[in-house]
Structures are given as C-alpha cells and as structure tokens.
C-alpha cells in the first residue's frame, strides 16, 4: 500500500510508501527503492537488534534513501553517522531521517553528502539509469565503463571516521564493490573499535575491472577473520539480488565513551 505524497524535489517525484504498519518512508517510482526498504526493514536482512543499547553509535556508509537509518533510529538508536555521495538519493536519506527523527528529541542524526575511501580527497562515482547503483570506480586510477555516466565526488577516508570515536558498536557498508578496499584501508588499531560489521557483499564481477575482484564474498570473509572477527554470510533468497549480507558477530566492547565526530 502506497501513500503519494505531492512533492518534486529537483527532477524527482516522490511517494510515501508503507514498509511496515506505522513505518513508512519516502522512495521513487519506478526504482528498486522500495524492494531496498522491504528487504532492509522488514526482512532485517541486517540482523540489527529489536533496540539499540542508550549509547550505542552506528556509522551508515552508503546509506542510500535511508532505509537502514530508518530501521537503526526505529531500533531506538540514538547516535547515528551516515554517508551517502548520490546527490539524489541524499536527499531522500535527509527527508526520511528528518521525517522520522522529529520523534526523538534525544537523537543526533549525522548526514554527510560525501563518499567513503580509503584516502581523502575525490574519487570517481558511476551512476545509473536505477538510482540505488552508484559503483565507486577509482582503483589505482583505474576506471570502467559501467552505467550511464560518471561524475567526481568528495571522499572521505574511513580510518579518519573511526578514528573519531573509541567505539562503534555497528558499522554498515554497502559500496557497491568498494568494501574491501575500504575495509582494508584501516589500521589495525582503529578496525578494534569496532564491535560488529554488517557489509553487503558483490559477487558481479564482470562489472569491475580485475583489480576490483575483491568484492566477493570470500575476500571480505577472509579479510575480516584475519582480523579477529568471526562472521556468518545471510545468503539472499534464490532468484534475487546476487548479493549477499556478512554478518561479523559482536565481540566485546574495549574502551566506553568516546567523542563525538
């Protein structure tokens, strides 16, 4: 059940659609927007939990329209950082995080309209005729042909965010084939502050060139168990996205506190 709200924002008609009884969130049609929203908050296929401890701080990197925002300040997060480069789908991530953290006084809600790498600096992003694919292009100055067009945008290198804080008790990435090499940017020291990973994994290989082959499954497992984390993978249904979610299992929290970025 859909509910149309009568707004054009820049070239794009937005609706208010209904994910769950009393959950519902801006998407665009004709777009996988709100196959993306079932999927994250109906479906959990995150595995976030029913709520979120008081000083819990969760870090969204392709945070998209805002679907796992939703479904993290639903879970009675109060700290949230998210990063979404795509100008269009950040405005839907600001829209459905002010729509739903007007209920929350005690929230702080981060937006940033940048990209996450492994340097600073700005990095090529591919975009698409379906907004929800944006592939992170640069490896070593390498780029590919892939969608429609490609245009520059800000990064920021993910060390730098965690370093802000001393602990981060989630952190979720969907890159669109850039986890790895974002994951594995990060010194060992700052990969500690974590507590759990939730990363949707690419198995598309023929859309990278060959040094992106590390987007797989396998490569993101490996990498993180050489790390300390242990992991499960929450394989898709069969027939849908080729994507699949890994899912590192909370290990116990070092140093409280910590500053906020």
């Not at 789908?89 to 995080?97: E, I």
């Not at 490609?150 to 370093?163: E, G, L, Q, W």
Request: aromatic content about 10%; some cysteine; overall charge negative.
């Amino acid at each position: 059940k859909q509910y149309h709200w009568l707004a054009t924002y820049g070239y794009l008609s937005w609706q208010l659609t209904e994910i769950l009884p009393e959950r519902r969130l801006y998407t665009r049609p004709d777009t996988r927007d709100h196959y993306t929203a079932k999927e994250v908050i109906k479906d959990n296929q995150y595995q976030l939990p029913l709520k979120f401890a008081p000083d819990a701080a969760v870090l969204d990197i392709g945070a998209h329209i805002g679907t796992f925002a939703a479904a993290c300040l639903w879970r009675d997060c109060r700290f949230l950082v998210c990063y979404e480069p795509y100008p269009e789908s950040f405005k839907l991530l600001r829209a459905n995080t002010d729509r739903i953290g007007t209920g929350y006084t005690d929230t702080v809600v981060q937006l940033n309209n940048t990209a996450v790498w492994r340097r600073n600096g700005t990095i090529t992003l591919c975009y698409g005729a379906d907004p929800v694919m944006n592939v992170t292009l640069e490896t070593n100055g390498d780029t590919a042909g892939i969608g429609d067009g490609n245009y520059p945008v800000t990064a920021v290198a993910f060390a730098d965010i965690i370093s802000r804080r001393d602990h981060w008790r989630l952190v979720k990435l969907d890159c669109e084939g850039a986890e790895y090499e974002i994951l594995s940017s990060c010194p060992d020291d700052l990969l500690e502050r974590v507590e759990q990973f939730a990363i949707e994994t690419h198995v598309r290989r023929g859309m990278y060139t060959a040094s992106r082959l590390e987007c797989c499954h396998e490569a993101l497992a490996s990498f993180l168990e050489s790390k300390g984390f242990g992991f499960s993978v929450n394989e898709p249904p069969h027939g849908s996205s080729p994507n699949g979610i890994l899912i590192t299992r909370c290990r116990p929290r070092g140093n409280p506190g910590g500053s906020a970025p």
